[in-house]
């Protein structure tokens, strides 16, 4: 195993590989997904909840001339989740790269959640990584190696109130990409894991907010909210604002490209250093999302552009 090129164009290429991207309709997936594409690697896109967003990045994506295919299958029902990879071959003739994105976000307090809960996150979020990844390691040994990147979650991490289910996944992920690493690192398969943290569309969750929501009602929260949110010293992180899509994409690019191909078993921290916040800012974040969620809550239906939010119930 030769060591990477110095030359960054090189040492950091996906040019030439088939990649398989899960959640692919969702926020980040997406992104994931385009930054394959634009980088010269074949991409097929999976979703399940998300349909209509997946045929839209895959006609976008066709449209600007990559080689891309979309495959729509419930990761929770074993008998779908295994047609992924056989048509990923059959597209494009191998596997060597799967990036384990699709997932279910967020959990209610522990006494609001039951069984069926406990099944429908542990199946998607875990149980569909494992059997995935298990797809997928013939075919890349096949081809004479491959990578595995697993999305998990600051969440993994630490105790982040109320998430017990969703945590727990995530927490679980971070181990098994450690065990699969150890197993599966003889076929030369690495497989490491990224841990987001806030992740917006623009890179700010105060922005998004007030963007979900009519004019009058934008207006009235930021003069109301906007003061307390804004500004590098209210952060409730070391650096400023919320990450993008990109940042996630880019970590992802580099585990699955010839510069990390001495790194397998590890977890890549996207968050800000929100993990390594000060112990004052936990606290000050609680009080400030606190009172924020607490107002969204009493906004009228009228008020939400498309809706209002699932985690309005939470």
């Keep these: 195993m030769p060591p990477p090129p110095l030359n960054i164009q090189d040492a950091f290429s996906v040019k030439g590989q088939a990649v398989v991207v899960t959640g692919a309709g969702g926020l980040i997936g997406a992104v994931i997904a385009e930054a394959f594409a634009v980088n010269g690697a074949a991409v097929l896109l ?3 909840l998300e349909k209509k967003k997946l045929h839209e990045k895959c006609d976008e994506l066709a449209g600007r001339g990559f080689p891309v295919a979309g495959f729509a299958a ?26 384990n994105c699709a997932g279910i976000p967020g959990s209610r307090a522990l006494g609001r959640e ?52 969703y945590g727990g996944t995530k927490a679980a992920v971070l181990n098994m ?10 076929q030369n398969i ?18 998004a907010v007030k963007q979900a929501l009519t004019p009058p009602f934008a207006e009235a929260f930021e003069r109301q909210f906007g003061p307390m949110m804004q500004g590098k010293g209210m952060q409730f992180q070391p650096t400023a ?25 590890a977890d890549i921290l996207v968050d800000g250093g929100l993990l390594h ?23 009228p239906a009228e008020a939400w552009i498309a809706g209002r939010p699932a985690w309005m119930s939470d």
């Design 177 to 186: 990409t450690r065990e699969m690493a150890v197993e599966l690192a003889p």
């Design 46 to 48: 999976h979703d399940h």
């Design 74 to 99: 419930d990761l929770a029902q074993p008998e779908e989740l295994r047609k992924i990879i056989p048509e990923t071959i059959k597209q494009f003739g191998a596997v060597h790269t799967l990036v």
């Design 241 to 265: 604002g919320s990450g993008a899509p990109p940042d996630v994409a880019m970590a992802v690019i580099y585990l699955s490209s010839p510069a990390a191909r001495f790194i397998t078993g």
């Design 114 to 165: 039951n069984e069926h809960d406990f099944d429908r996150l542990y199946h998607v979020n875990v149980r569909a990584l494992w059997l995935l990844t298990q797809e997928a390691a013939g075919p890349m040994k096949t081809a004479g190696g491959g990578a595995v990147v697993n999305i998990a979650s600051i969440n993994g991490h630490r105790a982040t109130f109320p998430c017990s289910l």
């Design 277 to 299: 916040q000060f112990p004052f800012h936990l606290e000050s974040r609680q009080i400030r999302w606190k009172a924020l969620r607490r107002h969204l809550r009493k906004l």
């Design 190 to 207: 690495r497989v490491n894991s990224i841990s987001p943290g806030w992740i917006q569309p623009g890179g700010d969750r105060f922005k």
